[in-house]
Each structure stands twice: as structure tokens, then as C-alpha cells.
């Protein structure tokens, strides 16, 4: 891994310990919600993503992906993105504690977030109403991902942004 993706990796644990000093909900847990009429869009949840830092190799997502089989462990959503000397993969799975215990017996560095998962409905204009709705409030989505299968009518959508409990205050209006 290259000085600068640890670099990056200490600044994200160093978030992470700070978001969980913040006492926000488990993984998955759906917040108490106002009526589903006054926020048809977005339900949000806070959910804990992982992520590891990967050689550009091809080898090293099939090495990861083995990993997750033999593990039993669900990957439900993930991103991977590049930069000049790795990949990052961001994960959202099944069964966070085992992942990161799994991560430690292979020696892959892993750091954790929380961000939303929010449901949005599968039709246009769902994710600019959303975005409006955060960018109004003041809150910049940092990074985003999602998807959905083209049969399925909701869509999840995960969004890191820096105010999680203000985010999820406006988005209960």
C-alpha cells in the first residue's frame, strides 16, 4: 500500500472512532420516522461500510472475493474506485464484525464508516429530490453509491456525509 493510501486509511479510522463516539443507531436500524407521506423518498438508516485498500492486480479483488465464500459473508452493496497505485473497495455486508475479523486474519487493513442508507423510489427525479432536500439544508454528500435490479421499484442508496444525526433530523421532516 503506498504512503498515501495510509495515509488516507488514518484519517478515516480517525472519523470513524469520532462518528462512533456520536452514539447513533446499529447498522441497519431505521431511526423513528415522521409520517411516510411527508418523506415519500428517503428512509434512512445507519448502516457500516468497510473498506480495504487493494494492489491493482487482477488477482486481488478474486483474492478478496474468495475470502467473503469461505466466509459465508454477503456483500450487499460496494463501490471500488481507483487512484494512482490501489483501488479502494467500500463495502456494505451482511455480517460487519465477522468481515473485520476476517480482514485481521489475512492481514488486509480495513476502515470503517457510517453512512445512510436511504430508499429511494426507482423513478425519475427520486435522487434529485433527495439531493435538494440535503442541499438545502446546507449538507454535502461526500460520495455516493447504489443500485437496484431493473424489476425492483426502490432503490438503496448509500451516502457518506460529514453530520449524519443533521442529515437524518432534515430528512425526517
Do not use: W
Not at 497505485?85 to 486474519?105: C, G, N, Q, W, Y
Not at 454535502?140 to 438503496?156: H, R, V
Amino acid at each position: 500500500m503506498g504512503k498515501k493510501a495510509k495515509n488516507q486509511a488514518q484519517e478515516s479510522k480517525v472519523s470513524a472512532e469520532s462518528n462512533q463516539a456520536k452514539n447513533l443507531p446499529p447498522q441497519g436500524e431505521t431511526p423513528q420516522m415522521v409520517s411516510p407521506t411527508q418523506t415519500p423518498q428517503a428512509r434512512p438508516a445507519v448502516m457500516r461500510q468497510l473498506a480495504v485498500f487493494l494492489d491493482k492486480q487482477p488477482e486481488s479483488l478474486l483474492e478478496l472475493c474468495k475470502h467473503f465464500s469461505e466466509h459465508k459473508i454477503n456483500i450487499e452493496a460496494m463501490s471500488i474506485t481507483d487512484t494512482v497505485d490501489h483501488s479502494v473497495v467500500r463495502l456494505i455486508v451482511d455480517k460487519p464484525e465477522d468481515t473485520k475479523k476476517m480482514f485481521a486474519e489475512v492481514g488486509v487493513m480495513c476502515v470503517e464508516n457510517e453512512l445512510l442508507q436511504v430508499t429511494l423510489s426507482d423513478k425519475p427525479g427520486a435522487l434529485r429530490d433527495f439531493c435538494r432536500q440535503l442541499s438545502e439544508a446546507g449538507i454535502n454528500i461526500e460520495y455516493a453509491y447504489g443500485g437496484c435490479s431493473p424489476k425492483s421499484a426502490k432503490i438503496n442508496v448509500y451516502v457518506r456525509v460529514i453530520d449524519i444525526k443533521k442529515t437524518m433530523a432534515v430528512l425526517q421532516r
